[in-house]
């Protein structure tokens, strides 16, 4: 369809929260959406080029707080599969990539629009069912900020086409901003389903044709993203859907000459590979390739001897055990000052006391479900026999870890005696809060001893009443976090608010949910038109005369 006229993206907003309460309609197409889903085990293809793909080589995706529940078996790619999508994503890319940027953004604004209505309760009961998440957090992720990323992306993105170079008499400079020369990749993680909705969508607003390698015991879920893009419109071949290990899927990606980006959220120690293999590769890749990753996190929360203790606490419980930890922006490790401690102690312990675990798709009262898998349970109950054994550490709630009916780790808090100690350096990705009593008068050091103790620099929070040393501590702190918070918990990052992304190991600060995202997935080209070019090589200075 010609575009006979100056089209303006609609304006983006949040999109409202829904609560779920006893009563409400939203819960009650919730439970019934959830029981449709329970009682229907999935077998996933690949999607390559649009069509179905079953390799016959099999794996299960199960319910993280009731393993015994198969959700899905899903078909897993090899070299063969991999090259196959390459090759649909370069045979898709001349019409998506000269499809009118306007059109582009159309699917995306109408999956935001089907996903806020009837696709709502399917997306969030599958994100419960399979990365246990209460309603409220599946809510907050499946729903809104999917929704969100995909309007505000398209209005961000027709920024970046508005931004245009001046113009001198005669001539006549535009840019125009092209898709990357080649496929992106994008590899997205477990934790969040808006991460893997938005990790491929938003360089194929841009233009890009896409690999898509979702985590593997996520496939569940990520597949109702694909399905809702098909029913809004996106043509095959833009995006293809590879499930399958690491290895199998990205050495064939990162070998081909067409690679042309990666989008990544996962592991530093993955992310780290995959740069060293890019580097490896260079001299067989048409151009640079763009490198975006957001990796982990060991996010922080300090409290100065002015902060209320109950709003300190209360960040403390809901910054950690939120979604079993399993965020990257969860509170991790915290600073409180002695004289604070004994009432924020109190409160802490009460409220994780206060905390109901459960199966959060058959019981809307629990605030925690289970970790994600076998891997994950046994890497944090490591760090919790670990804590148990060490003079250094003290558990004062918490500390018990359960795999017989699903992968349960209770809200654990640690208190130590060394701020360098291993719970407080290293990434636990699960529900641990260890916490570092510091004396009143030794600020400053432990100040430093925040900025310095993790190679991170993903969230942070203070909590301080007393505005000088707000001002003084975001100074000190300033290059600690890439989201910064003061007086309120370092997790529950809006799409349009408060663009997310760390430096250091979290990652290469690329600003999820900005225009600075965006901006990597185009390459830009400069056009200068000039209106009556010179018909002479003389310039007026050859002239004879004074």
Known sequence: MSSFGNFRIPAPFNEPVLSYAPGTAERRALKARIGELSREELEIPLVIGGKEVRTGKLADVRAPHRHAHRLARFHQAGEAEVNAAIAAAREARPAWAAMPYQARAAIFLKAADLLAGGWRPTLNGATMLNQSKTPYQAEIDSCCEIADFWRFNAAFGEQILAEQPISSPGVWNRVEYRPLEGFVFA??????????????????????????????????????????????????????????????????????????????????????????TIAGNLPRYKGYPRIVGETGGKDFIFGHASADPDALATALCRGAFEAQGQKCSAASRAYVPESLWPRVKEKLLAQVASIKMGDPAEDFSVFMGAVIDRGAFDSIKSYVEFAKSSPEAK??????????????????????????????????????????????????????????????????????????????????????????????????????????????????????????????????????????PPTRIEYPHQASGE
Not at 197 to 212: D, F, H, I, K, Y
């Open 187 to 276: 590899v997205t993680p477990f934790n969040f389903t808006s991460i893997a909705a938005n990790l491929p969508t938003a360089p194929a607003l841009m233009g890009n044709t896409v690999v898509w390698k979702p985590a593997s015991s996520t496939v569940y879920s990520n597949w109702f993203v694909l399905k809702l893009l098909e029913a809004a419109g996106l043509p095959p071949g833009v995006i293809n859907f590879v499930p399958g290990s690491g290895r199998a899927v990205g050495d064939p990606v990162l070998a081909s000459p067409e690679f042309a980006g990666i989008h990544f959220t996962g592991s530093t120690a993955v992310f780290q590979g995959m740069w060293r």
């Open 395 to 532: 558990i004062l709630a918490g500390g018990e870890c359960d795999d017989s009916v699903g992968y349960f780790v209770s809200p654990t808090v640690v208190q130590v005696t060394n701020p360098r100690h291993k719970l407080m350096e290293e990434e636990i990705f699960g529900p641990v809060l260890t916490i570092y009593v510091y004396p009143d008068a030794k600020l400053d050091e432990t100040v430093a001893l925040c900025d310095a103790t993790s190679p991170y620099a993903l969230t942070g929070a203070i909590f301080a009443q007393d505005r000088a040393v707000v001002e003084q501590l975001g100074e000190k702190l300033r290059d600690a976090a890439g989201n910064f918070y003061v007086n309120d918990k370092p997790t529950g990052a809006v799409v349009g608010q408060q663009p997310f992304g760390g430096a250091r190991a979290s990652g290469t600060n690329d600003k999820a949910g900005s225009m600075w995202n965006l901006i990597r997935w185009v390459s830009p080209r400069t056009i200068k038109e000039n209106f009556a």
